[in-house]
């Protein structure tokens, strides 16, 4: 398998990882972790995503949109890494954040 890394290719994964990361670590977390902190948890969560997929042989075909597709898959992978990691309590100290105005 050779994976071309030309910028376009290298550009569509940072989107892929920003629009994941963004709604998991939302969803997951109830707040944001940066744009370089979504984008790292949409790429790493996309990897995990597509792993389970193809062990589990699962697929998500949206027709003439691959890369919907291929979004919903990192975003699953992203929002199961962000619930792991809640769960463990390795998400900032384990100390839940305070609203400023309260």
Excluded: K
Excluded at 32 to 44: A, E
Excluded at 70 to 90: H, K, N, T, Y
């Amino acid at each position: 398998m050779v994976v071309n890394l030309d910028f376009d290719t290298i550009l569509v994964w940072l989107l892929v990882g920003l629009v994941a990361g963004f709604a998991a670590s939302h969803l997951a977390l109830g707040h944001g972790l940066g744009i370089v902190g979504d984008v790292l948890i949409g790429i790493v969560g996309a990897f995990i995503g597509g792993f389970l997929a193809g062990v589990f042989h699962w697929s998500i075909t949206i027709v003439g949109h691959p890369i919907i597709s291929e979004m919903l898959i990192a975003f699953i992978g992203a929002a199961l890494l962000l619930i792991v990691v809640r769960i463990l309590g390795m998400g900032r100290g384990g100390a839940r954040r305070r609203a400023y105005w309260s």
